[in-house]
Every structure is written in structure tokens, then in C-alpha cells.
């Protein structure tokens, strides 16, 4: 045997910073971490100074200063002599709300498309087609603008709905389509929990005068507009609508103004909630029932009942009815309007995405090879189950990562409102805010951090949801 | 310094806004036109010589204010609202007022509304990013009444809505609603309400700090406004100042006495050629917005203060 | 190994095309009920795409296919009791990846048989013992090797209790050791009588199980036999030829 | 052979049988329309619905379009033309706007004489991506790629030729430093130094430099400034200048993010989220209203160059993890391969992975690069005359007040074409790319 | 077949460790000039590992491995002259589908010997022609057969004049015919003298060029021996049942 020579302990030299390995990336990291400091504190440093020259400071006092201007789109109360904070939490609602808005229609879109895509008529798969090339291969600013455009030029003013020949409302008049907006009929509870005004019967014109004043919920869908009066003055204060015991009032005579409230809206959530579990709880006796004698009940009809029953029920005791929109003054009064920025947003956003969904769901669904459905149609699956129980668990799986990317790219392209002047947070806080505050720094980094924090919620979600369906595989 | 960054570029940069008709909007030849364009051009001359060694820069409402804090433009031509917070807190100098202006509305006549104070529960159309939605606020919240307001980006866009019937009414400053309508297929069915719920003296602005600029910017503005009160106009200037005249004023405006260019840092033509590029105030007004131009604004409170307007420059002395 | 002379599966001037492609031409075969039957054929003559008629994965145009005496129409309800009584196994197992075996095995039982699922999972693992992978029931098809998920696969074709098995090239997407495997399932399964009708190139499985060989060409049954003769007397030229082949070799 | 039924046995064909024709019912029109159009009552019902919403578009669409006016010198003319023709409150379009402006759409602001150097830029670009794009181009094409964009560059802004050469110079300086002084220095050092000299090199030297150069011999064209460029031209120059200078930022985040040094990984995931996480118009209102808070005090850059930076930076983020994708596709066994031979990282990266991962990401790339390119409209709510601000800009004159559609129509369509083609041929180069890899 | 005094690799008590999962226990191996090794084992024993810690593809945490008189630590420039003192083949080739076979042959030698190209050119058509493809030298990886592709993986590592060659089964991905080529090929490197340490289940070739075979389960190594001491007299337990099961088939 030959010597093995025991390489002689040296001492830490200064090379090995450079040419070991154990200490080179310890030395190229240190490094970095230098330049990314030295990078970051030349930024930092030029911005006091630029900040110093301008006379201006780093501070977030502007937020709760009065706001000044009006936004006539608000989930929650605002006027304009709240906070610019105020304002940015109305636009942050906003966002949020066309967001959700916009990822659920364009999910139903995107199947919907990638589907027809898949269909084996030429003619529907063409259609698909060219709506997905067209949707995806033109600058989603340009259909946003387009949409904005064609819905203010060809839908009738609400003026045209007066006289004769005019335009007329849709479905039992309770549904009009104009330039400025859809309005829909809202939901309205004459024992609302939030408490009902009483009309003193001398007076029923006071009430119809101030129409958006009894409607001020603390929160609630309604809110998403109310009807012709969509921005109450300062003066003109809501009286609190709050307090259960507020209901007993409705008893004291006179004509009750069926009104809604945050509370209302809270109940029938929390009822379909229980609706919605409670179908599942007849879907899991049924699967059990399955497994005991092999014959599965059938549960749809039951199901579609265990979610209405319940809510037929509250509506009812709530005292629901319909507040129809009706031609007032200028507009529509009463009734929920869904504003032209809004719908034109979002129908572009959904649009748009949704011609992104549907490649990927068509993906999804060529992904799963022929060979899984003809095994299933040769096992006697029909081809209704083999979609819900072979295909459909296998596709999921491919289109959902992407899914949710795409939703991640819908809620930043969100931001594309200030298009349309709808007032989502960058046209409150990135926009008008900062333009008469002056605070480019603090609103942009606001902002910035708002987007980034939604995004990364986001994808945490679709973190977790791709490791919980990983293929098992060796 | 600004002037001296001007005169080594040899070009000045001019903010403007992304197109307003009237006040500035390019032509099918590239070139930029209008009545803030126009003082672009009359400061280019005084400063270089040359009225077409301007530069313009496209601002939005958003973005012109940092535009021009950032150096990016050395003046801000844009109609610009010379507020106090502007003034002092954004650190700006406004340099004068080329346009008396006021928030007004303007209503389809078949809406059969004769008062602003009558549109309780009306949509109105803005434009964001101005004085014009605060104002709005304001005048609405004093009279105790509702409306909902359609934020809108762009004067072009506004101006389309409005057309449909998206909303009721439109405001803007009274001069934009004029040029507005005067573009309308028929201007008549549309009306101007009376009432006028602000102020809004527009003019030209310049950073904080550099006075020597912004006393330059200042006396071409006067010069301009100056020479229709005394009668120059390019027509006549040639001959007025080859050689000096019996009216003082004129001789020192047009630096055929004394040496006020020197002190501006300048020669003593500037004045002239400043007025050459384009006119007198009046002329420009004329050509660009006047009532003979599709645009058809009426001088009002943009008339000399002899002719019982608001125009008034401080002498030349 | 006995052969009834119930008839299994009646096959009459069966014609099929892909486009203007002639596939299938004239095709006449009879399989009683315990039959063993192998086809072999050059690659494109058309082996997958008559079994594949058979149980109607694919539709053919002329002529009649009665399993069971059942005629195959485009009456859906034929369509399912057919694909009942028929299983099916392919050339890449076409196992469900997000299934467990058991599941994969007890799916089609619970979902079409309607048998309680208890029941059917005994079923399933008394076929996956059969086919020795009990212990594997629980994983997912992605942990096993081609030939376990093979013999998974015809478990699973098992479990429906079909009365005629078809296999398409069962054992050629394998490595060598794992056919033996899934032949030698293939070959107790035949012990046992089921019907089968086995699209392979085993020849040497050919020979001990099956008892008519089937030669294919261009869509066309072009000889038929009893293994021994098929081998060793050839009589149709292109049989001669594609022997020489396979057994070259 | 007992088992064995004797009537089934021992068939042999004597006569083989031709191709025969599918009966009549199954080929053909016949056939396909009946399959594709008419199979089943849903099927029907999907057809006659297509049908309506085809003739419901189209009958609006088309008289419209092709009743168009093409010679108008304002919309109050164009008007009138319409109702003489066919009558008042006809809706008609007045593609006039276009005959008049479409220079204006393309070119912003470009000097009508000097079009001829965006369009020979324009060439030459085709000419640059040629060999990136299709490998059937001989490869020495690459060397028209590395010097495109200092031509490109030149050619649109004109100016002094010797820019553009000095610029080059540090590439050149830094290339020499890595082969030259790579082995005496060890290949660390040598990085450092080919990043460090050429940076110092741009900052301190070149411009003098290049000023000396033009003093001596002046090689010059006009100048045009950034103010100028607008439209298309606006939108190709941001697009296609964010994707180039993204390319090798983005490069190198990826390498970042597969690191597993812990510093540089975070760092590099946290450039990558942030950026992404955050809606490009933020950015850009970033890059106009806050970059120079950032910068020294008196730098001063135009917007357009912001905007550049921005919509690099922006790019970089999507690059990486298009590039990171390809990395990770290679196998593992070609990291070892270049491992067990002796190459070092750099050398690894640039000889083996790179040019095998730059390939595969390439579909990615022209992706990013449709996506940018359709972003660049968002530039108009900074105050760029991109197609959509110019559209804007020519509603703004009294001329054109009034027109929409017509403009709109004509930049989706340019925009659509455009995208549409690229996006077909990374649709082409991924199905090839699958095929090789198979 | 000569093997002569001087220590090629020396292994002394190298442990390593997956995580926690212990890999690699206290091997000891000593590796003279001019021996070629062939290790043996049961599929997870550690071979791979063993063999990729020798020139540092994989980093040991205990012990010492010292090649050709350097020791392997993480001292960067051993590594780097260990790696080109060491050639290796893998399983899959692992060559570089972008280039051509010659450059793929010239790529090391040029950027890590820094050889003129003209040089490396030559020296890789001379091993090309050793491995008797030199008529591939302008194809691409992927036009070649698995067989020819990993002879190209064999020159390529003897393109930089390895003194020491390891192989990780550098036939197990090829098809049976294929085997043969590589093979031969490297019987013909073993008769000239090279020092090679490989993994395989390729008996046949243990027996006819390796001068000791290792045989290793569990990260330990089991026994070596002599091939014909090893093959006919296989003393652990362990190895009895490995060579029954390998040689069984
Ligand atoms: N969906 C199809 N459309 C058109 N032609 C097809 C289709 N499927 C198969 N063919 C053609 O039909 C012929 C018969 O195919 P089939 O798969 O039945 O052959 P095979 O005998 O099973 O061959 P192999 O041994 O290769 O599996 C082939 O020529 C094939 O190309
Ligand atoms: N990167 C890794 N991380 C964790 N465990 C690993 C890793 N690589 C290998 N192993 C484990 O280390 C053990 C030894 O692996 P190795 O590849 O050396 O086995 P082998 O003897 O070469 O087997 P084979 O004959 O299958 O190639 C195995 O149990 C394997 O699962
Ligand atoms: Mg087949
Ligand atoms: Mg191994």
C-alpha cells in the first residue's frame, strides 16, 4: 500500500475566501449583500435628499385629512368630508369587488369558451376560437375603451324611457339597460333587523325626497349604488340605522318604508350558507347510502331545496319585495345601479380573462390523454360520469394553477380603471389622492404594498392547493 | 439655472396637455397648435430666437405637476388652476394668468334645466385629477343637494359620454365647455348653465426657486398682454420698432430704449420676437379660441382692462 | 380448456373507414363462448381497430357485430350493456392517476354494477390477489411498476365480471421482465375459460394458450388456424412472410 | 384438438379484397356537415344560434365598414358625404381620419421625411431575431443580432455614429477581459472585472470619448428626439427594447433564483415577486412620478427612457421565471455531465445550459414579449402618445372631434395582427420543440 | 493487464449521509494504477453514490478520499484538478444535444485544458475512432443510437486524458444489441491499462476484464474478491443471494 498522506492541517488562508467552497459562497453572498445594501442605501439616500430639496417630508399624515372629492361608488358609507384614508379603503372595496366580480365571470366564460372550443361543431368551435384569438391578441386597454364606448353609444339615456315610444325596462319593468348603467331592482325588507322608518302618513313625499337616506346600511350589496342619489352631500347625514331593537318601530302605525340593511344581508348569507352545507350533508348521505346498497338516491332536487326552502323562508319573514327602479328626476331612483365604469370593466376584464381561461381549460382538458376516457367507456362508464368522476378530478388538477394566475393577472389588471373612471384604489389613492395631496411616495408605496400583499395571498393560496393535489409518484 | 439649461440646449421644453381643442392639439403635420401652445412658442422666441425650438411634452393631469418638479419640462403651459396649495405647497410659481376662467355646466336643452341649482339627483361628467371634482364637491355640498359624478380621464372622453346621455350634465372650465360645444354637430341644443361656481385663473407655471426664469416666463406672458394694450401687433411691429416711437411703453417693450432685456438676462428683442411668433395676446386669443374660430370663445373677462376685462400687465418700466 | 358452442361474438361483413381509408374490409368472424383467440398482423392491418369495434370504441360502418347477442347499434343502451359484459385491456394500462387501485378497481363496480362499495371492494381484492398486488391496493398508479399497474388493469377489467376479455397488446409497452408477469396472469385468467380475444405479438404465449390464431393484413382476415398448424404450415404467403419475421429474430 | 370447433378453423383467403369506397352517407359534404352541424338536437340548436350571432355582427358590421368614406378633410365634410350617398342618419364609417392620419398612428411625430430610417430600423430587426427565431438561418446571422441594436438605436435617434461605436467599445472591453485575462486571474476575478471596467468604462470614458471621435471625424444623422416618436413606432421601440434589455437581467435572476446561495435566492425571489406582484400601470406611474426621487439630485432623464427602465425591470421579473422554467427543464444529468468534465459554473452555464435552456424558453419569450407589446398602451395614462394616447390626441382637434370607432378599429386591427402572427409562431416552435425533444 | 504499486484512489472511512438517511458507511477502498474494479450490488446499496463522491458530483461528510494524491475537500481547485484527472460516464450519456459530436468531444479540452481547437479536434477523432464512430463527428447527439451515443460519452471523457475512467451502468439504458458495442469498447480500454472503476450488472464482463469485484449493500461494502473467487465462492450471505438472483435469469 502506498502512503496516504494526510494533507497537513493548514491554517485559514486568506485564498480559501475565493477558492473554497465552503467559504466562497459565504464570500460571494457577503458580497452581494454589500452591493444590495450599498444599492439600496444610494436610493434611499438620493430620495432624503431630492425630498429635503423639494421641502417636502415622508409622512402619512395626509391620510386622515379630509378628502375633498366624491366617489360615486362606495360599499361603504363615504362622503367627502371623510379621510383620504377613508377614500383609499372605498377604493380598496372596489378593487376587491370588481376583482371577485370579474374572476367568477370570466371562469364561466373561459369553461364556457374552452369547451364550445372542444365541440366537435365546426362552426361553434370556429366561433370560440375566434373569440379567444380576438380577446387575446388586442390590448386589454383598447377593450376596455371599446366596451366603455359602445355601451354609452348604444344603449338608450334614461331619458329615453320617458313618454310613449320611448325605450322600454325589461322584465316587468324592473330591469332597465341604459348608457349610464344597469339598473336592477333592489331587495328590500319590510321588517328589516336594521330597523324601518315609519312614514308619517301626512308625509310619504319627505321620505321619496331623500331617497338614498334611508338606505344607508352600514354595508350590504345595495350599497354597490344606490339609486339616483349616489353621493349624499355632507350635510345631508344618514340617521344610524343601526340597533335590533330599532325594528319595534314598524309597529307604531303608519306606513312602513321597506328598507335593507347590513344585517339583513348578514342573515340571508348566513341562511345560505347553512343552505349550501346542509345540501352537502344530503350529497354525503347519499354517497353513503351508496356505499351501503350500491343505488344512489337521487339528491338534486332535494339539495336545490335544502338552499331555498330556508331562504324563502327569512325573505319572507324579513318581508322582502322588489324596489323596482323607477324613472325619477334625472335617472333611475331606487333599485340597485350597476354603473357603466363597472360593468364596462368588468365585462372587459372578464372578456379578456376569460379568453385566457378558456386555452387553458381547453389545455386542461387535452391534457388528459384519450386513452383515460376510452378506458372509462370500456369499463361501461357513461360519458356524463366519466367527465364528472375520470376526467374532470384529472383536469382540475392542470387548469387550476394556472387558474388562479390568471386571477392574480385580472386583479392587477383591475387597475386599468382609471380608463373607465371607475374608482377602484389607484384612482382613489393612486390617483385623485395623491394628485391634490401632493404625496406621490407614500400613496405609490401604499398602493404598491396593497397589490403586493393581494398578490401574495393569492398565489399562497395556489401554493397550498398545489401540494395538496400532487399526483402520487414513485 | 434654468435659462442657462434652456439656452445650452437650445431648445425649450413645454409641457402641454395630451389634447384639448383650442388650447393644444397636434395637426395632421406633426405641429402642435393652440393657445397654450402659443405661449410655448412666444417664450421660445424671446428666450432662442426661434418660436419652433420648442419641445412639447404631453402631460395628463396626473402626471404634470412631477413633469415639471422633476425638471423634465422647464415650463407648465397646461390650463393649470393657480391654487394656494399649488402655489405654496407643491412649490410652484405661477407666472401670471393667459386665461380667466370659471367651472361651468352645460346641459342638453331638452333637459329643460335652467340652474345649475335645479340638477339635484343629476349625473354630472369630470374630469379627474383637477380642481374641477373638489369644486364640484363643494358647490353641491353648499347647496345641500345630490349628484353622482362620472369620473372621466380624458376632455375627448368626457365630451362622448356627455354626447350619449351618459350623464346629464358636463363640467368643466367655461372655456372647455365653450370649445366643446362648439364641436357638437348642434352646438344649440345644448346649453351653458348661468352659474359660474369658481374661480379659475389659468397661467402658466415654473418651479419654485429659479426667479430668474420665472421672472422671464413672467414678462413674455406681460409683454404679450402688454402689446395688445399699446396696439403692436405683427403686423405693425417691423415698423414699430425699427425705430423708436413716441410712446415710451412701446420703446422700451420692444428694446428700442432702455435695457430691460439685459436685466431679464436676455437681448433687447426678446419682447419683439416674442410677440412676432404668434401675435399679441389678442391675436393669439383671436386665432386660436376667438369667436371666429370654431371654438367661438367671446374675450369676457379676458379683455383688457380698459375694455372692462381683467388683462392687466404692470408697465414696462 | 373447453370451448362451448355458444356463440360469443358474431362478427358479419364488418366494414369500416377512417375518412375514404378502407380500415376494415369484410371482416366474418364467430368466437364461441371459452375461445382463446390470438390475432396477430403486421402493424397498421387493423388488429386495434376491430377489437375496438367490438366493444364499440369505435363505430364501424357496414355489416353487423352481435356480442352476446346483442347487436351493436348506435342504441345507447346496447352500447352500455355491451361495455359491460366486455372488458378491455389496453397497451398503456390507462389506469386513473388520481385514483387509488382499490378505487381504480371498485370505480366502474360501485359506479354502473351499483354494488354497495363494501362489496366491491372485496371484489377488487380478491381480484388483486388474484392478480398477487393485494398489498399495492392503497397506492396510487403513479408508485407502481408497468407491469404491476398491467396486472391492476386487468383486475379492474376483472371486477366488472365481463364474460369476453379483449386485450390490445397488453404486454408491448413492458420491459422484459415484467411481461412474463402479466402473461402469466393472462394465462390463468385463460385456465379459467374466460373468453379472450388478444391482440399480441407473444407468439410464444400464442402458442400455449390460444386456440385459433387470426392473421390480419390491410384490413382483411387473412388466414385462420389452430396455433400448431398456424406456426408450423403456414399457408398464405403473407402469413409465411410475417412468421419469418417474428420468428427470425 | 378436441376443444376446437372444426367449422371455425383453418381459413385461408384466396383472393384479397381491394379498397372500396365508404358508402355514400359517409363521406363528404354530406357527411361533414351532418357530423360537424347536425349531429344531435344540441348541436343544431348551437349551430342555428352561431349563425344568428354571425349574421347579427356581420350585419351591422360590414355595411358599416364598406359603406366607409375615404376622402374627407374633417368629420363635418365626412358627415355630409355619407348623407349625400346614402341618405341622412345612415351610420357609416369615415375612414377618412385614417387617409389623413395613419402616418401620425404609426410614426408619432417623426419627421415625415426621415420615415425611411424607422423603416429600414424595422428591417433590420426582422433581420436580427431571423436567426434567434428560426434555426434554419445560418448562424453567422448572430453577429447581425449583437450589433442590431447599437444600429437600431442609432438609426431612430440619429445623432453621432461614434455613440453607438464607443458603446460597443465596453462590450468589447469586457469581452476581452473574460478570454484574455480569465486564466491568469481565475474565473471570478475576471467576472468581476468585465462587469466593473466596461461600467466604468460607460460611465467615465465613453462620452468623451465618443465626443472627441465625432469632433475628429463627424459621421452624424439628424437627431430626432424621444418627444417625436409616438404611435406604433412609440409601442415597438418600449416592447421591443424592454424584451432585449430584460434578456439578460432576467438571465440572471433566474440563475439567482435556482441558486442556493440563500441571499442571492431571496433576493432574487423577492426582485421577482414584488415586480410581478405589482399591476404594470403602478409601475409606471412609478417611473413618472417617483424614479427621479430615486435618482441624484439633478439627474434628469426623459420619460420615455423611465419608461424603458420600468418596463425592463418589469420584463426582467417574467423573463426569469420563463427562463427559470427552461433551466428546469433540462435534466439533471447535463449539469453533471459539465460537472464531471471539469467546467466551472460560468463556463457550464454559458457552454452547456444556457444555449439548451435559452432554446426551450424561446416560445416563452415571444409570449412575454406579445404581452409587453399589448401593455405598452398603458402608457398613454402617463402622458406617451402610444396608439391609444395619439387616438385621443386626434379627437382632440376640431377636424376630427367626434370619431371613435374608426381609430380604434384600425389600431386593434394593427395590434391583432401583430400579436396574432407571433403568437402562432411560439405556438409553431413549442409543437417543434416537443417533436426534438421526443 | 498490468496493475502496478501506486495508489490510483484511496477511500478512508467515507461516510455520508442523505439527510439523515445514512448512504454510505465507512467505506474503505483502495484503488491501485492500472486495476479495473467492478461494483456490484442490489439496487439503493450506494453504488452510484460511491462512485459520484470520487470526484465530487457528490460531497462526503466523513473520511478522506484522496485521488492521485490530492485530496478531495472543498478546496475548489482539487476539485477542479481531481475532475479532469477523472473521467465519467453515466447512464444516459448525458451528452450535450445542442452540440455536435466532435464538439462535444472538444468542448473540455478546449475551455478547461485550454487547448488549441485544431488540437482538441485531432485528439477527438482519434478517440472517435476508437470508439469506431468516426464518421459520426458531425452529427448530433440525437441522430445517433443509443449505443453509438454513449461510445461518444466514452471518448468524450477520454478527451481529456483521464487517468482514471469511472462508469455508473453504462449499459442499463440500452437496448441488448447496443450493449455489445460499449462493451467491447471498453474491454478494449481495459487491455490498455486504464484504471476503471464501474458499476454494472453486466456479469459477463466482471469476469472478463475486472481484476477484483466490490460487492456492496446497505452503503457497506460487503465483500471483494477476485472475479473467479467472487462468481464461484461468494463467502457472504448477502452476495450468495445477489448472485443467485442475478445469474438466476
Ligand atoms: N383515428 C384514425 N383515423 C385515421 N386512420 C386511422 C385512425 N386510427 C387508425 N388509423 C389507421 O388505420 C389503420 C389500422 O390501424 P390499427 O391501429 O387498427 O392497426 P394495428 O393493426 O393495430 O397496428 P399496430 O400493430 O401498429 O397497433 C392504420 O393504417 C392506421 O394508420
Ligand atoms: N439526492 C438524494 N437524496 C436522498 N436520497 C438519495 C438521493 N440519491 C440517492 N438517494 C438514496 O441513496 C440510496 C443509494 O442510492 P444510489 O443511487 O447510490 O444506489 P445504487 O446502488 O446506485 O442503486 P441503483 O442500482 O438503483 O442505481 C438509495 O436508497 C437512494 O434512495
Ligand atoms: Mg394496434
Ligand atoms: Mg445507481
Known sequence: MATISDPPERGFRLNQLIFDTRYRSMTIQVVAMILIGLLLSWLISNTIHNLEALGKDFDFGF??????YDINQQLIDYNNQMTHGRAALVGILNTLLVAVLGCALATVLGVVAGVLRLSNNWIVSRLAAVYVEGFRNVPLLLWIVLIFALMTESMPSPRDFRGEDGSSMLLGESVAITNRGVYIPNVVFSRSLGGNEVAAPEAPAAAAATPGTNMAGTYGASRIATGGAGVQTGQANAPDASGGDAGGAAAAGGEVIPTSSGWDWLLILAVVIAGVFGAKVLGKRAAHIQEATGKRPMTLPLQIAAILVPLIVVLVALGASLDKPELGGFNFDGGVHLRNSLIALWLALSLYTGAFIAEIVRGGILAISKGQTEAAYALGLRPGTT???????????????????????????SSLAIAVGYMDVRSTLGGITINQTGRELEGMLLLGLFYLVLSLLISGVMNVYNSSVKLKER | ATLDDVKARGELKCGVSTGLAGFSAPDANNVWQGFDVAYCR???????????????????????FTALASGEIDVLARNTTWTFSRDVDLKFEFIGVNYY????????????VASAKELDGATVCIQTGTTTELNLADFFRANNISYEPVPIETNAEAQQQYLAGACDVYTTDASGLAATRATFENPADHVILPEIISKEPLGPLVRHGDNEWGDIARWTLNALIAAEEYGVTSANIAELSSAPTNNPEINRLLGTEGELGAMLGLDNEWAKRAIMAGGNYGEIFEKNIGEATPIGLSRGLNAQWTEGGLLYSPPFR | MKVSDEVAIQITKMNKWYGTFHVLRDIDLTVYRGERIVIAGPSGSGKSTMIRCINRLEEHQAGSIVVDGIELSSDLKNIDKIRSEVGMCFQHFNLFPHLTILENCTLAPIWVRKIPKKQAEETAMHFLEKVKIPEQAHKYPGQLSGGQQQRVAIARSLCMKPRIMLFDEPTSALDPEMIKEVLDTMVELAEEGMTMLCVTHEMGFARQVANRVIFMDAGQIVEQNEPEEFFNNPRHERTKLFLSQILGH | MSDTHAQTVAFVRDTMLDQKDPPLNQVGAVKWIRENLFSGWLNIL???????????VLSHLLPWALRGVWDASNLTQCREIIAERYGAGTSAACWAVLTERWP???????????????????????????????SAVPRKMLWVSALAPFVLFWLIWGGSLWGPIAAILGFVIGWAILTFAAPKIGTLLAVILAIVVPLFYWLVICGPLSDALASVVPLSLRAVATQKMGGFLLATIIGVSGIVLSLPLGILLALGRQSDMFIINKFSVAFIEIIRGVPLIVWLFTASLLLNYFLPPGTNFDLMLRVIIMVTLFSAAYIAEVVRGGLAAL?????????????DYWKSMRLVILPQALKISIPGIVNTFIGLFKDTTLVVFIGLLDPIGLSSSIRATTDWNGVYWELFVFIGLCFFVFCFSMGRYSLFLEKKLRREHR
Do not use: C, H
Open chain 4, 331 to 343: 435534466p439533471k444529468g447535463q449539469y453533471e455531465a459539465a460537472d464531471a468534465l471539469g467546467l
Open chain 2, 101 to 112: 376662467d370659471g367651472q361651468g355646466f352645460i346641459a342638453p336643452k331638452s333637459l329643460g
Open chain 4, 46 to 56: 348551437l349551430t342555428l344560434a352561431s349563425l344568428w350571432v354571425v349574421y347579427a
Open chain 4, 104 to 134: 401620425q398612428l404609426i410614426f408619432g411625430f417623426y419627421p415625415k421625411e426621415l420615415y425611411w430610417r424607422p423603416i429600414l430600423a424595422f428591417l433590420i430587426f426582422l433581420a436580427a431575431v431571423a436567426p434567434v427565431l428560426f
Open chain 1, 63 to 68: 391620510l386622515s385629512q379630509p378628502a375633498g
Open chain 1, 387 to 413: 367527465m364528472n368522476l375520470v376526467i374532470l378530478p384529472q383536469a382540475l388538477r392542470v387548469i387550476i394553477p394556472p387558474l388562479i394566475s390568471q386571477f392574480l393577472n385580472l386583479t392587477k389588471n
Open chain 2, 42 to 64: 412666444a417664450l421660445a422666441a424671446a428666450v432662442l430666437g426661434d418660436p419652433n425650438k420648442v419641445a412639447f411634452t404631453q402631460t395628463t393631469g396626473q402626471t404634470r
